[in-house]
Structure formats: C-alpha cells, structure tokens
C-alpha cells in the first residue's frame, strides 16, 4: 500500500484524527524510526520534547537535523525564545494545534520524543488545577538550590505518597507542581488527576516505543555527547548565556546546558562538564524509560543492527485501519 493510500485509509476512522505516539529514551534512535514511519504513512512530524520548543538551543537537545526535516512537515519545534517561561499546558494547546491541522490537510501526525509529561499530556489531558503562583514556585525553587530536590520530594511524599511514588526524586518542575497545588488546594494532585488513565476522546491514538538494551544505549549516549562537543555544543550554551536577555530556569535545566554553563562559570573544568553531561544523562534515559513503561498500551520495538529504521517503522501496530 502506498503512503498516500495509507494516508487516506488512516484518515477516515470513525472520523478521529490518528495520532502516532513513538516513545523512547534519549538517543534510543525514537527519532529515525518516526522519520521513517512519516515517510511510509505520508504523515506529518511533531516534537514532544519539553527542550526543543526553544529556538537557538538546537544542538544539546539533539532537533532534528535538515535530512531529518527533507520533505516532511515539523511542528513544535522552535516555539519560544529561551528567556520565555513555557510549561506543558502552552505546549499541548500547540499540539492540539498542529493535530488538527495535519487532519485538515488529510494527513495522521506523528508525535515523537522523550518528555513523559509531555505524553501523558497528549494521551491524558491537563487537570484544571489551580494556576501557578510565582511567589510558591521561586520559595520551592530557592528551597531546592538550598537544601536539594530530594529534601523536597521527601515533603510531597510526606502530603502525597502517591504523586511522590510517580515522580522521579529530581524531577524539579513536577515536584513544584504537586507541593504548589497541595498548598493552594489542601488537596493532594493525585486525588485531582484521576482523569488520568483513560485516553482523550476525539483522538485515534496508536501508541509505540523504542528500546534498547541498557549498555547499548549508554554507549549510545555517550557516543551522542561527544558529537555534540565536536559540533560545538560549547559555543552554542555560551551564545546562550551572552544573550541580551539570560535564559528562563526551565531552559538552563536541560540536559549538558546547565553542566557546560557551570564550566563557563569557572565552577568545573571542561572534561567534568562533558563527564557529568553523559552521567546525567544516562540516569535521565532510565527515568524516561521508567515513566514510560508506567503509561499502558504502548507497543514496544527493539532495534537491532540487523532491523533498519525503516523495517522498525514498517512493523508498528496499527498502520492500517483495524477492520
């Protein structure tokens, strides 16, 4: 079947926009496998990556490179300045956004990345939970630097063992929000978020996810840091820190930025920051996996020097209309 009969016959169930959700770590190769299934459906392309909506800090959040973007439409990239707050409600209005309208264009998107917030999002929905209090999240925020972010999600476990037990120890920006809404409401946010587990109507989602043993994709990741370094990742985070206006919290917390920006501070020698760099970003990759094993229904491919992109694209589930 061809990519534009395949786009045609995924378009027409029961009226719903079909929704591609491709999962992975980072540096599982998630991203070439998503290149290839848009290519195969004839399907438009969407970052679900919480760095990558700001613009300038393309090099340490791994955007999709120009082969990657040759003949396909991408949306969610590029989306704020780095001095700009953004937060996950902003981003699934866009994504919301971009889903219709890929469909008005008859086309299914593709949503790829490594952010499990950002999935649950799109699978789930937003709580209408209280807004944010600028004042409570720069108290937690001075409080993390001060004592550690495990001294704070050691209180949310304390008022909320359950949200506690979902959210990683140094998971800063969910951590704040729990205690923030625990402390407006009296109410823990996982009593508020038991619409989570049932998908959003409207939607005809087809969830997928790329796995690859641990010591691979640790080499994998380290292999990714340093063609980072070598594609100048320093000068990027310095051109960033030089901007007329410094960079939001939430953009210097992305991985290697803040490590290579405490280098640049005279805090840590070079080869520290590229060291804590790759360290970090291991532990990262085995959160996001933990996370996304946590999200029911995903159908999990395994790659391997024998499995091309291509052939991995090829067998996820639900590329043509079940009968």
């Known amino acids: ?26 540096a599982s190769g998630k991203t070439d496998v998503a290149v290839e299934l848009a290519r195969l459906l004839g399907a438009e392309l969407a970052s679900m990556d919480s760095m990558k909506v700001y613009r300038g800090m393309d090099i340490g959040t791994a955007k999709p490179a120009a082969a990657e973007r040759a003949g396909l439409r991408w949306h969610l990239l590029d989306l704020v300045e780095p001095s700009e707050e953004f937060n996950v409600g902003r981003w699934l209005e866009a994504a919301d ?27 789930y929905g937003l709580f209408p939970g209280p807004p944010r209090d600028a004042a409570l999240r720069a108290a937690l925020r001075a409080r993390a630097e001060a004592e550690g972010v495990e001294k704070l999600h050691a209180e949310l476990a304390a008022v909320d063992p359950a949200a506690a037990a979902k959210i990683g120890a140094r998971d800063i920006r969910r951590i704040e929000r729990a205690l923030e809404v625990w402390r407006l409401t009296g109410r823990p946010i996982s009593a508020e978020q038991r619409q989570f587990g049932q998908l959003r109507s409207g939607y005809d989602f087809r969830l997928a996810g790329v796995e690859r043993p641990r010591a691979e994709l640790y080499r994998r990741i380290d292999s990714r840091v340093e063609a980072m370094m070598a594609a100048g990742f320093l000068e990027e985070v310095r051109a960033l820190l030089a901007a007329p206006e410094r960079p939001s919290r939430e953009a210097l917390q992305a991985l290697g930025y803040r490590e290579l920006s405490r280098h640049l501070a005279g805090e840590i020698p070079l080869d520290e920051a590229v060291y804590l760099t790759k360290r970090n970003t291991r532990h990262f990759a085995r959160r996001q996996l933990g996370a996304f094993r946590k999200i029911p229904g995903f159908a999990w491919l395994s790659p391997t020097a024998e499995r091309s992109s291509s052939e991995l694209a090829a067998g996820i589930p639900g590329l043509t209309k079940p009968a």
């Open 1 to 26: 079947m061809t990519g534009s009969n395949l786009n045609q016959e995924l378009g027409t169930r029961n009226q719903e926009p079909v929704v591609f959700v491709l999962v992975g770590a980072t």
């Open 97 to 123: 956004r971009a889903i219709a309208e890929a469909a008005g264009r008859g086309a299914p998107i593709v949503f790829e990345g490594g952010s499990p917030l950002y999935c649950r999002a799109l699978l």
